[in-house]
């Protein structure tokens, strides 16, 4: 009767707020077919309609919260946030942000230049960023920043030539190196309209996290060859320059007034953090970790299905997360505390885990080995064990005894690192906790990438027939031997 009560104060709380490494010496183990049942069983429940694809945020994070809370209390699990005022949940507050208005003018000694509408777009991080008659510097491919010092760039606009290279690198370089903003000319094939289509969606931040007022700014390939107009110079003069080794910066003939401004909306959400206490809470503690979140509504009218459900992705983890959950506090008393977190806002940016960080429920030193999970029902039984992160933390040759102990077989080479930048681990060796995956998921990445091409952030991400979990069971059975191995002072002395 007490645990009933203690639940219902929690829920009410809820409601608010690829060569082998190792082969195998014997044929693989029976298919534990009931462990298999057990994880349709949640992701048939995470990732119903009823759940509305669980966005942080909604009642979907709400039904979330409740079903995986009951669960981890039921298996005996207790509170992890050492926080009476939020147990078991961690709020984290998030902001969304897009882009309101944008506005740019630009003048040759003194003289305003014609710029047509829509020609140029403005984009800040912060509410609102203004710069005013600017002087404006070429800086070619931007590649190099090095030799630019705050001096050069202070007060100025840097103007970058696209090139095609789509990632935000050289306009962060440039901004971190002191440029007052960028402006980005679209010299190759992608187009404004591209930009504005991918940029204009919401951006998404921790509200403690407070970026500053940064100015970024593309332009037509078109438009900024009419800018330079009665100029010493045009736009093929320009980039044939920014050809040659021995280029430099050089000045243009031109002020830039741009403005940028953003709507902001605010997100309340929540990380759940349970706890299997150990025997020496001094002696470190082992972390297992899934992203509960997905998209919610993703599809407009005349979709027939609307929602992305995230089945595999991730309704499969955390399923895999409760079922770890739930052996290892079948079995003896670890000497380590365990700690279980289903992370939110991992699909908006790793946020859920960035908050984690900020805010954790011990010191990080004392986090032994951290293990995610993410995206598990995609190999069969049998598939070898991959290790993301392989090589980035010292917990390589541990894993790879217990694989041996355990008979399974790990795949050598690190080419799933090639993925280690898309899950909440990664936020994690962010902050030199030692944090990896190690799955029969990435064991063979060609199953791998046809679920990214097929369901992956798609509403067809449903339980389907057939929906495979037999490398999910088997993954589920490893992480509870690493669990008991890590959480083992004897065999992992905590790092000092």
Known sequence: MKRVARWGVLAAALMLAHAPEFAAAAPPPRRDTALEAALLAHIRVLASD???????GTEGEAKTLRYLGKQWFDIGLVSGTNDPGHPWFAPVTLVAREPAASAAVF??????LYVPPGAVLTLTSGKR????????LFVGAGIRTDGLGRNELAGR?????????????????????????VLTVLDSDRTLDQVAARRRRSGYALASDMPGGDLEAFIGADSFDRLLLGSATNLAA??????????VPRPLDLLATMEATTRETTIRTHNLIGKLEGRRPDSGAV?????????????????EHAICNGAV?????????????????????????IYFVATTAEELGLLGAAALMENPPLPLKQVVAAFNIDSVAIAPAGTPLAIVGRGMTR???????????????????????????????????QHDVPAVMVTSAYGDLTLLERFFDSDYHRPSDVVKSGLELGGAAEDVSFLVALGKWFADPRRVPLAR
Not at 161 to 169: A, N
Not at 238 to 247: N, Y
Not at 313 to 337: F, H, I, K, M, Y
Request: proline share 6%.
């Open 50 to 56: 009823e759940f509305e694809g669980r966005e942080p």
């Open 107 to 112: 003048a040759r000694k003194g003289k305003r």
């Open 129 to 136: 960023a203004l710069i005013e008659n600017a002087p404006m």
């Open 157 to 181: 606009v840097a103007v970058l030539l696209d090139g095609g290279q789509r990632d935000s690198d050289r306009q962060n370089a440039l901004l971190k190196a002191g440029a007052a903003a």
């Open 238 to 247: 320009l980039k044939a320059a920014a050809a040659d080794p021995a280029f």
């Open 287 to 303: 972390m297992f970790l899934a992203h509960w979140d997905h998209f919610g509504k993703c599809a407009s009218p005349p979709a």
């Open 313 to 337: 992705d991730n309704a499969s983890g955390v399923a895999a997360l409760t079922e770890v959950a739930r052996r290892l506090s079948r079995a003896p008393q670890p000497e380590r505390d």
């Open 395 to 429: 917990l390589d040759p541990q894993i790879l005894a217990v694989a041996k102990a355990n008979r399974r077989t790990v795949v050598a080479g690190s080419q799933a690192n090639d993925y280690v930048k898309r899950q909440d681990g990664w936020m994690l060796l």
